[in-house]
C-alpha cells in the first residue's frame, strides 16, 4: 500500500497589541470545480461504470449504483421536481435517514438548482407532535417532502397534509414513487435549470443541532462546499490520487455526514457503501459484517464507535484485518476520544499495516461545510484538532487561557435562512465567524503545532467561588481518568463551590466487573463502587486546583434524550441542556441525598 501524502502547511502569523492574533496559510486555494454536480458529470464521463453508491437490498446483497447511472437518474428527478412546481424559492425537504433514494434526491435537487434540507429523522419519528419539523416547514416553506418509508414516516407526513408527499416504499395514498418523478419528460427543462446552477447557488439548508440555542437553517451555497472539498484535497492529496472506497452510516441531515463525507466521495471518484449499522449494542454487528466486506480505505465516526471497535477488533483478528489493510486515515468527531480506545486502535493498525496510520480529528461547524482545521501529525494522544485550512483566515481572540477561533473565507456559510438578527450576531465587525468554541495552543510558541478544543464557549461555566471552569477539557480527562469505566460525563458545580458529575457507565465494563450481569444500579455493586472509588480519588489528588478537582459524582439516571436536545446531531452531549434538565439529580447529589453517589476521600 502506497503511504498517503499529507500537506505540508506554513503559515503567516500576526499579532495585534491587544493580543489578538490572524493566522493564515501560504499560497492559494488550488482551483476547483464549481459545483458539487460537475464532479457527479466529471466522473460519469470519466470512470462511467464505477461504483459510486451501494446499500444493501432485501436479501442482504448489495446493490450498487455506478457514476453514469447516478447522473442518468437524477437528471431525470431533477425534471420532475421542476415539474412539480419546485425551484430556488420552493425546496425540497427530506425526513428519511440515509438511502440511495435519499442521495439521489439530494442531487437531483442541485441538478436542478433546487435547494433540499434534509431534516433529522428524529423530528419525524420521536415527537407526537412534531414541534422542530412544523418549524421547519413553516420557516422553509417547501414545495415537497420526500420521505423513504411511508409506514414508518406516516404519522409526520399526516402533520404536513398540504405538502405533497414522495416515497421510495409504501407510499400512502395520493403521494408519489421515485418512478413517477423520474417519468418526467422535461429533461430539457432539468438542463437548462443546471445551466444556470454557479457557486451562488442555494445547494442546501442544514438544521444546526441545537446545543446552543433553537435550530438554524444555515444556507449551503455551491461555492461554500466545492471550496470547502478543495481545502480537504490540499490537505490530504491522497484522497484524489486514490479515490478512496469507504463504509459509512454518518447521518447526511448533519454536516459531518452530508458535506464532509458524502461530498469526499463524490468530488473525489470513490465508493459510498451505506452501512446500515450503528454503534449500539444491538446494531454494532452490521457495521462489523460491512466493514469486513468492503475493507474500507478511509473512515470517519463519532468516538463512541471508535470504543466500540477498539474491543471488537482485540476479539476479531478478521475485522481488525478488513478495517487496517487498505486503511490510509481515520477521523473522529463530535466529542471527545478516550485515550485507552486511541491505544488500542492505534497499536492493532501498527500490527496489521506495518506502519502508523493517522488516527485524528478535526474542527468544524455547519456554518463552515465543515472542514476548517486539519491535523495530520502522528501524534500521542487524541485532541489535537489541527491548523485551519488553506483559504481560510483565522483570528484568534484571547479568552479564559485559550482562544476563541473565528473565521472568514468561502466556505463559511453567509449565514442563517430568514434570521437576520441570528446571522449579525454569529458574524464580527470584520466579517469572520465566530466558531463558539474555545480552543487552546499545543504549543503556545509555535501556533503551527495545532490547537486542542476547549469545549464549547456556552457551556463553560463558574463555579460559585468565581473560577471558570472549561468543561470540553475537563470532560475529556474525566472520561481519561476512568479509564473505561465511563463512555460519556456531564460535568456539573455552576452555583456550587465544588465540581461534580453526572457519569454515563460503560456497561459491559460494568458487567464485567459485576460477574457478568449489570446491576440496576451499578453503584449499589460493591465491585463497580470501589473500583470507581479508586479512580475519583486518583483523579481529585491530582487536580490543579477547583476548576479541575472533581469532588462527587453519580450515574446519571434516564437516558439523554434528543428530542430535548440533550444529544446533539453529532452524537455528542449536550452539557448544557443535560445540566438543565437534571437539576434535581444535581441537587440531590449535593446534598447527598441517596446511598449511589461516590465522594472523593482526602489524601
Known amino acids: 500500500m502506497n503511504a498517503p501524502t499529507f500537506w505540508t502547511p506554513e503559515f503567516v502569523i500576526t499579532t495585534q497589541k491587544d493580543g489578538i492574533v490572524t493566522m ?31 446499500e444493501r437490498d432485501a436479501e442482504q446483497r448489495w446493490a450498487t449504483l455506478t457514476y453514469a447511472n447516478a447522473l442518468a437518474y437524477s437528471r431525470a428527478l431533477a425534471a420532475g421536481l421542476l415539474e412539480q412546481g419546485l425551484g430556488p424559492d420552493k425546496p425540497l425537504i427530506i425526513l428519511s435517514e440515509n438511502s440511495v433514494s ?46 423513504e418509508d411511508g409506514d414508518k414516516y406516516r404519522d409526520a407526513l399526516a402533520a404536513l397534509p398540504d405538502i405533497p408527499a414522495i416515497c421510495a416504499i409504501n407510499p400512502p395514498t395520493n403521494a408519489l414513487t421515485m418512478q413517477d418523478l423520474a417519468a418526467s419528460r422535461g429533461r430539457e427543462n432539468a438542463d437548462k435549470a443546471y445551466a444556470s446552477v454557479n457557486g451562488k447557488s442555494v445547494a442546501k439548508y442544514l438544521f444546526t443541532s441545537g446545543s446552543t440555542g433553537t435550530p438554524k437553517a ?27 472506497v469507504i463504509v459509512d ?18 468530488v473525489n471518484g470513490g465508493s459510498f457503501y451505506l452501512d446500515d449499522g450503528r454503534p449500539s449494542p444491538t446494531d454494532f454487528w452490521k457495521t462489523v459484517r460491512n466493514i469486513k466486506d468492503v475493507r474500507p480505505t478511509w473512515h470517519f465516526a463519532v468516538p463512541v464507535f471508535y470504543d466500540q471497535l477498539a474491543k471488537a477488533i482485540t476479539d476479531d483478528s478478521d475485522l481488525a484485518a478488513a478495517f487496517f489493510e487498505r486503511n490510509k486515515m481515520m477521523v473522529y468527531a463530535g466529542a471527545g476520544l478516550a485515550q485507552h480506545s486511541w491505544d488500542t486502535i492505534k497499536q492493532k493498525g501498527r500490527e496489521i499495516s ?65 434570521n437576520d438578527a441570528g446571522t449579525r450576531d454569529a458574524f464580527d465587525e470584520d466579517g469572520f465567524y465566530h466558531l463558539g468554541d474555545a480552543i487552546r495552543p499545543a504549543d503556545p510558541d509555535d501556533l503551527s503545532k495545532g490547537f486542542f478544543f476547549a469545549g464549547r464557549l456556552a457551556e463553560n461555566f463558574k463555579l460559585s467561588t468565581g473560577t471558570w471552569v ?39 465494563t460494568l458487567g464485567e466487573l459485576a460477574g457478568g450481569t449489570l446491576p440496576e444500579n451499578p453503584l449499589s455493586h460493591p465491585a463497580i463502587k470501589a473500583a470507581f472509588q479508586q479512580r475519583l480519588n486518583t483523579f481529585a489528588a491530582t487536580a490543579s486546583g477547583s476548576s479541575t478537582k472533581l469532588v462527587r459524582m453519580t450515574l446519571l439516571g434516564a437516558v439523554p434524550d434528543p428530542e430535548l436536545g440533550e444529544i446533539t446531531d453529532k452524537g455528542s452531549l449536550n452539557q448544557r441542556a443535560l445540566r438543565q434538565h437534571r437539576t434535581d439529580q444535581i441537587e440531590a447529589m449535593y446534598n447527598n441525598q441517596g446511598t449511589l453517589i461516590i465522594a472523593a476521600k482526602p489524601k
Open 249 to 266: 452510516w454518518s447521518p447526511w441531515h448533519h454536516t459531518a455526514g452530508g458535506n464532509y463525507v458524502f461530498n469526499m466521495v463524490l
Open 470 to 508: 472549561r468543561v470540553g477539557a475537563l470532560r475529556s480527562a474525566i472520561v481519561d481518568a476512568f479509564g473505561g469505566l465511563l463512555r460519556d460525563v456531564v460535568v456539573v458545580g455552576e452555583n456550587h463551590s465544588e465540581l461534580g458529575a453526572l457519569g454515563i457507565a460503560n456497561d459491559a
Open 354 to 418: 506495518g506502519s502508523d496510520i493517522l488516527f485524528c480529528t478535526n474542527l468544524g461547524s455547519t456554518e463552515t461545510a465543515p472542514f476548517a482545521f486539519g491535523c495530520t501529525d502522528n501524534t500521542p494522544s487524541p485532541g489535537n484538532v489541527g491548523v485551519p485550512a488553506r483559504g481560510l483566515k483565522l483570528k484568534l481572540i484571547p479568552c479564559e487561557g485559550g482562544y476563541e477561533p473565528l473565521l472568514k473565507g468561502p466556505s463559511i456559510t453567509q449565514g442563517y435562512f430568514k
Open 102 to 147: 435519499h442521495a439521489l434526491l439530494g442531487l437531483a435537487a442541485q441538478y436542478a438548482g433546487v435547494p433540499y434540507a434534509p431534516l433529522s429523522p428524529s423530528w419525524s419519528t420521536l415527537s407526537g407532535s412534531f414541534t422542530r419539523l412544523k418549524a421547519a416547514v413553516n420557516l422553509l416553506n417547501p414545495g415537497l417532502v420526500f420521505a
Open 24 to 54: 493564515r496559510q501560504t499560497g492559494e486555494l488550488p482551483p476547483y470545480r464549481p459545483t458539487i454536480i460537475a464532479s457527479l458529470i466529471h466522473w460519469a464521463t470519466q470512470c462511467p461504470d464505477r461504483i459510486f453508491l451501494a
Open 218 to 244: 444555515v444556507i449551503n451555497t455551491q461555492n461554500m462546499l466545492a471550496s470547502n472539498q478543495a481545502m480537504m484535497v490540499d490537505c490530504m492529496p491522497f484522497l484524489a490520487e486514490e479515490p478512496p
